[in-house]
């Protein structure tokens, strides 16, 4: 333990003696960096958002998506609901019923949009927990 200390607290001085660092990018330069994001799912972990004053909503946002300010994240990330217990929550789904479609329901749709108004980017991510199965009827 004493041993691989000394040894760093070596490598620190002898980096600082040098007064270089050399980055060696010969192998590639590695994967692009999409960015930092925020991320609501898990079952209602922001369910109370849409509930708060315009005002209160809009500084919120800002906080977390506008550039260049505070924690200025690039993506989105929400969760798609299945209608069923993901962990803390359950989330509605976009669809209970073969001929039922309805992106309004729930409040991850509105998250999106809200998000999208200080982002100035299409980098949104969504995902599901989990997922009804609809029962389609085919005939041949």
């Known amino acids: ?3 691989s200390i000394l040894l760093f607290l070596g490598s620190l001085l002898l980096h600082a003696a040098i007064g ?4 060696d990018d010969s192998g590639g330069t590695g994967p692009k960096f999409d960015g930092i994001g925020g991320l609501s799912g898990g079952g209602a972990t922001s369910r109370l958002l849409p509930s708060y004053s315009t005002e209160a909503v809009s ?3 800002d906080l ?3 550039p260049n300010f505070a924690a200025s994240l690039q993506i989105c ?3 798609i609901g299945g209608d069923g217990q993901s962990t803390d929550g359950t989330e509605s789904s976009h669809m209970h019923s073969q001929d039922d479609e309805n992106y309004h329901r729930g409040y991850e749709w509105w998250i999106m ?3 999208k108004k ?3 980017t299409n980098v949104v991510i969504v995902f599901s927990y989990g997922y009804k199965l609809i029962k389609l009827s ?3």
Do not use: G, H, P, R
Not at 20 to 23: A, D, G, I, T
């Open 118 to 120: 200080v982002t100035y």
């Open 113 to 115: 949009t809200e998000a």
């Open 77 to 79: 990330k929400v969760e």
């Open 138 to 140: 085919w005939s041949l």
């Open 1 to 3: 333990m004493e041993s």
């Open 59 to 61: 500084q919120i946002f």
């Open 20 to 23: 270089q660092y050399n980055v």
């Open 64 to 66: 977390l998506f506008k």
